[in-house]
């Protein structure tokens, strides 16, 4: 064996050896990158979902405040029906009773009062399996307020003219709190769940 081939392979194991390093650290370089790319895109899918879940219960929020607002709207008509009854009731003369006014009270009752009623209290319902603690608490908050509306409307006695004031003035209470209610929690979804940039 000749020393020029011995240093041909000496050569060559120091190319070859350069080469894998070169290449190692291009492998390292691109698997770190690979790994950086990874991160940022495992972290931008959690922030996908995070603001997907936030959009879910902003629409659900809305969908609350909206219910309510159709059912104070009903309830406002019911309370001033229930108002102008009582003095139709104490303006016509004793023994006569005022059966229209009092079919058309009890059918908006059935038929427009309480469904949407129902209707705030499934959205209250939904929003409060999307909601946070703090969020949570407000929705719980209106729906409490409204299981107020049945038990009060359940004692009207269409005869007695004070009781249909004292109904209407309890429904009007329960509007002005729900009301109260809803402005909160509109206020604090402003805060809490307003949109943020993200990242690119």
Known sequence: MSWGTVAVGISAIVVSSIFNYVTLRRSAKTLELAEQTYRRTEERYRADRIEAHRDKLRAAIVDVAHQV??????????????????????????GVIVTAARAEIAKHDVEKQRPALNNVLRAVRAAMLLADEPTRALVAKIGRTLQNVTPTVNTLDHDDPESMRAIAARMNEIRAQVGGEVSALLTHAGNALAYKELEA
């Open 69 to 94: 607002t159709v059912w104070e709207h009903l309830g406002s008509f019911y309370a001033t029906a229930l108002r102008v009854h009582a003095q139709h009731v104490e303006d016509t003369e004793p």
